[in-house]
Antibody, heavy 123, light 108 residues
Framework: EVQLVESGGVVVQPGGSLRLSCAASGFTFDDYAMHWVRQAPGKGLEWVSLISWDGGSTYYADSVKGRFTISRDNSKNSLYLQMNSLRAEDTALYYC????????????????WGQGTLVTVSS | DIQMTQSPSTLSASVGDRVTITCRASQSISSWLAWYQQKPGKAPKLLIYKASSLESGVPSRFSGSGSGTEFTLTISSLQPDDFATYYCQQYNSYSGFTFGPGTKVDIK
């Protein structure tokens, strides 16, 4: 059974930093690209970032480019999101999501999601 | 960036109704469109990918159609478990995988 478990969400002050983690199990982690998607309270979904199966390629939404860094450790079946220079508008539930494509391809759609970890940016 | 719109934003329907939700892209995305269902307090669930391919385990009452800039999600006979918010999402370009604003389906 595929499981994605996020952690690391807390209350942080504007300008602060935070690192989110996602522990994956139930599938061959290094066969798949992975994503972070966020949802502000009461709002819709926003794709944040993508990392290829080997970490060699990364992509970001314009809203986080230059502030957030996605990474992965395939030896630990783990995905990360380093978040710097946090703003109030970054307050959201952050989901880790698995790309639907296998065999090291990228589709850009998400077949499994974690339950999310809440990041609150507030003074 | 590609913008996505959905209509209606809210839809009131009864069990057994046929329901259709429309999603439009600001430019052609071929068939690179997915549909998700989200219930309160839960993560989204993939229903349809590549515009019309049903994800494994999803009931056959859900179907998707369209290509280019206009797409539809149809629920052939609404069930009690289907009351939720539905999002479309384009994945045409790595420059941004954008979601529509959502359509909430509630009980009439």
């Amino acid at each position: 059974e595929v499981q994605l478990v996020e952690s690391g969400g807390v209350v942080v002050q504007p300008g602060g930093s935070l690192r989110l983690s996602c522990a994956a199990s139930g599938f061959t982690f290094d066969d798949y690209a992975m994503h972070w998607v966020r949802q502000a309270p009461g709002k819709g979904l926003e794709w944040v970032s993508l990392i290829s199966w080997d970490g060699g390629s990364t992509y970001y939404a314009d809203s986080v480019k230059g502030r957030f860094t996605i990474s992965r450790d395939n030896s630990k079946n783990s995905l990360y999101l380093q978040m710097n220079s946090l703003r109030a508008e970054d307050t959201a539930l952050y989901y880790c999501a698995k790309d639907i494509a296998g065999n090291v391809a990228v589709a850009g759609t998400f077949d499994y999601w974690g339950q999310g970890t809440l990041v609150t940016v507030s003074s | 960036d590609i913008q996505m719109t959905q209509s209606p934003s809210t839809l009131s329907a009864s069990v057994g109704d046929r329901v259709t939700i429309t999603c439009r892209a600001s430019q052609s995305i071929s068939s690179w469109l997915a549909w998700y269902q989200q219930k309160p307090g839960k993560a989204p669930k993939l229903l349809i990918y590549k515009a019309s391919s049903l994800e494994s385990g999803v009931p056959s009452r859900f179907s998707g159609s369209g290509s280019g800039t206009e797409f539809t999600l149809t629920i052939s006979s609404l069930q009690p478990d289907d009351f939720a918010t539905y999002y479309c999402q384009q994945y045409n370009s790595y420059s941004g995988f954008t979601f529509g604003p959502g359509t909430k389906v509630d009980i009439k």
